[in-house]
């Protein structure tokens, strides 16, 4: 679809001036020195070990400036406070060599690899290697559910807690298979490398997509490198939508290679579409321009095609038993190339949605049968969920603020980078349909989603391949020296660019998704020796929670009731006394921890100082007593129970 | 012949690998590595390369995504039946990249031999 620039010829300048042809004898006498030894190519030379030197300096500079950060001292910008300024420069040497690369040597394939692997190595490996800790709370919930079935060997779909997840638990499934074969005790020992694993086999997905798309290797390896500058949306943790956005990317993939369209549909066909009809003639001159008689070709036989019907529907499978939002991602822009003419078979995205609905209806029955009702509310309240995409930054602190501005900043730019894109390959005379409905379907989720204030981040995470697809296609140079040199700076630039807003979006709120060790300790003590039934009340759900034996307890969290129940402000002992003393619970606890109140400082989603508050109320009461303390985090318990529980 | 056969080697080396590395007496980051590595590539391998004959990296992409696809059936399936027995679940995908690799040794043209 996309066709590569013609490149110039060179026969031109290769060929000698005729001035030279005539004189060749005596130029050939006044311009001899003698032979070099042969075999030493130096300009050779230089090309091929570069990029060889550039990698080893990069990671050497970074590996030693970042060895010694100290992640206890993380301010309001998160990671980013702490990396010092050679690190910093590493990376921007690091990206800058990549488009140089890209632009000039884009044969040089494995280094190009090589540079875009270390980039992701090191963006996302780091953390995980100075915090020593899984980053990011929901991990923990997920290595929780991992470790339910590991204890349990089945499912329980009906269950009162994260009741999602075994409607949808083929992530997990694979997860406790993955850590009972390989000796792992828990996934706790494997998950902190998720995000590495994941960027890079969406990568290799990415590739595979785009050389779908073209054969100009400096479009598909810029598009990649895109991609990793501004996906920051952070779904790459060990989590089911990590495994299944890879495998969306591989059905999407497989689709564009296979089986797009390679001639555009007749008029007289285009009559018989009724909603067309009438739009016939410039319909068939958009979708004539967008079939590119110079797209790579991707010819397959009869049984081939079988047979990558076969794939995409076992892989399909799997996506439809993981996770809610991902197959209708997929089937809606299966469904969208189908309607747009941009794809053959017409019964797999029939297939497709048959195996999605018939998920719904037996497997996670009954999670729906719970659900429908506020679905069909999401589906009434639909601006709301636009709305409360975007925080009300003023309860926010000042660093927040700004993170929350280059987050903004950074998904505009991508957008409207990649609409010039788009518009100057349509200067170009080309209309990229399939490419657009890919962008454009992911949208369609803001109509359905529980997914509240996350929705809009899934949207520009499933559009994400595309928009980067686009850029890489604004920059694209030709092959005339100046003018790649000229987008080479410009690129190297922009990407520059987008790192910044990357690193404030994806590092910015690592100050409480960082866990310290002392605060891991005292989920380790709570969660091993809390007795089935207990109630754990959380100041917020943000610290190492529910990662051992979670189906035993009853959570409550306080950043969520304090808006609810003001008395659990204004008579804090009572309240929690009350709720602590209920019969039905066999014991229950208090725990407030460092991250729990950095959040609470960061966002301001309570008011400021709540949580110490309470804090320093209970340790002032003489009703609590205090069972677990480091200098992290304080677990209480009722002072009757703890003492009647003391031998 | 050398290239007809090397694959289905690597196959079959890296699934009796796996097969011994699950027994235990590895450290444990080496059996992660061998078994991890195992799952990853090889079941989907076994049978694209027996299917289809796509480049190189289309190949390896798909194999992953064979791959992980049939590694979540097998945990699914022991999942809802209520079997769960994750060794079992190993031996069956080492069994079936092990036929998977005897199959294109045995479909490939006799007189490649």
């Known amino acids: ?647 | 012949m050398r290239q007809r056969i090397t694959w289905p080697i690597i196959i079959i080396v890296s699934a009796l690998s796996a097969g011994l590395a699950s027994l235990g007496f590895l450290p444990t980051i080496l059996q992660f590595l061998i078994i991890g590595g195992f799952i990853l590539v090889i079941p989907g391998m076994a049978y694209i390369r027996l299917m289809l004959s796509t480049p190189s990296l289309t190949r390896f992409i798909l194999s992953v995504a064979l791959s992980l696809s049939l590694s979540t059936f097998v945990s699914m399936f022991m999942v809802l039946t209520h079997t769960w027995y994750p060794l079992g679940g190993l031996y069956f995908l080492i069994a079936i990249s092990i036929a998977g690799a005897a199959l294109q040794i045995i479909l490939s043209p006799r007189n490649q031999w």
């Open chain 1, 1 to 647: 679809m996309i066709r590569e620039m013609d490149r110039p010829t060179t026969a031109k300048s290769k060929a000698p001036p005729p001035s030279v042809t005539a004189h060749r004898g005596i130029r050939h006498l006044v311009q001899y020195r003698p032979k070099l030894p042969q075999g030493i190519d130096f300009t050779n030379l230089i090309r091929k070990t570069w990029p060889l030197v550039i990698l080893s300096a990069v990671l050497v500079t970074y590996v030693v400036s970042v060895w010694g950060a100290d992640v206890n001292h993380m301010t309001d910008f998160g990671f980013l406070s702490v990396l010092p300024p050679a690190a910093y420069a590493a990376l921007a040497v690091l990206i800058i060599s990549a488009c140089i690369l890209i632009f000039h040597q884009p044969e040089d394939s494995l280094f190009i690899f090589a540079f875009i692997f270390t980039l992701v190595l090191l963006v996302h490996g780091a953390p995980n290697v100075l915090y020593g800790t899984l980053r990011y709370s929901w991990s923990w919930k997920h290595v929780g559910m991992v470790d339910y079935i590991q204890d349990y060997g089945s499912i329980n779909p009906a269950i009162a807690y994260l009741g999602v997840y075994h409607n949808w638990p083929g992530f997990f499934a694979f997860g406790a298979f993955l850590t009972e074969i390989t000796g792992a005790q828990s996934a706790l020992n494997f998950a902190g490398w998720a995000p590495v694993f994941f960027n890079l086999i969406d990568i290799a997905a990415l590739l595979f997509i785009y050389s779908s798309l073209t054969t100009d290797r400096r479009v598909i390896w810029f598009a990649a490198l895109i991609f990793c500058l501004t996906n920051w949306v952070g779904q790459d943790y060990f989590s089911p939508q990590a495994m299944n956005y890879f495998f969306h990317l591989i059905i999407i993939g497989m689709i564009l290679k296979w089986f797009t369209v390679t001639s555009p549909p007749t008029l007289t066909v285009l009559h018989r579409i009724p909603i067309v009809r009438r739009f016939a003639v410039p319909i068939l001159r958009l979708l004539s321009r967008a079939i590119d008689s110079d797209a790579p070709v991707n010819a397959s036989t009869s049984t081939e095609r079988i047979i990558y019907q076969g794939i995409i529907v076992a892989v399909f499978g799997v996506i439809v038993v993981s996770h809610q939002i991902t197959p209708f991602m997929t089937i809606i822009t299966v469904f969208g190339l189908l309607l747009a003419r941009q794809i053959k078979p017409r019964l797999l995205p029939f297939i497709l949605l048959f195996m999605f609905v018939a998920w719904l209806m037996t497997g996670a029955r009954t999670y729906m049968q719970i659900q429908v009702s506020s679905m069909l509310r999401d589906l009434v309240q639909f601006g709301d969920h636009l709305t409360s995409t975007l925080h009300d930054t003023t309860t926010f602190s000042p660093g927040q603020v700004i993170v929350s501005a280059m987050v903004r900043g950074e998904t505009l730019a991508v957008v409207l980078l990649a609409v010039a894109g788009a518009f100057r390959r349509y200067r170009n005379r080309n209309i990229d349909v399939p490419i657009i409905i890919c962008v454009i379907a992911p949208f369609s989720a803001l109509l359905a989603s529980s997914y509240g204030g996350e929705i809009l981040f899934r949207v520009y995470f499933f559009a994400l391949p595309f928009l980067a697809l686009f850029i890489a296609l604004l920059i694209r140079p030709t092959f005339r020296l100046p003018q790649r040199w000229l987008m080479t700076v410009f690129a190297a630039v922009m990407s520059c660019m987008l790192f910044i807003g990357f690193l404030f979006a994806y590092y910015g709120k690592d100050q409480w998704n960082y866990f310290t060790p002392n605060e891991v300790a005292a989920s380790d003590y709570l969660f091993n020796n809390a007795p089935p039934g207990t109630l754990v009340i959380e100041g917020s759900r943000n610290y190492p929670s529910e990662y051992r034996n979670y189906s035993r307890f009853t959570y409550l969290m306080l950043s969520r009731e304090i808006p609810l129940d003001a008395k659990l402000v204004t008579d804090t002992t009572a309240t929690l006394a009350r709720w602590m003393s209920e019969s039905k619970y066999s014991a229950a606890f208090v725990i407030i921890s460092r991250s729990q109140i950095l959040e609470e400082h960061g966002l301001g989603e309570i008011p400021i100082g709540t949580l110490e508050n309470i804090k320093q109320t209970l340790l002032d009461s003489p009703l609590f007593r205090v069972v677990y303390r480091n200098d992290d985090v304080i677990i209480f318990r009722l002072a009757d129970k703890y003492d009647a529980a003391q031998p």
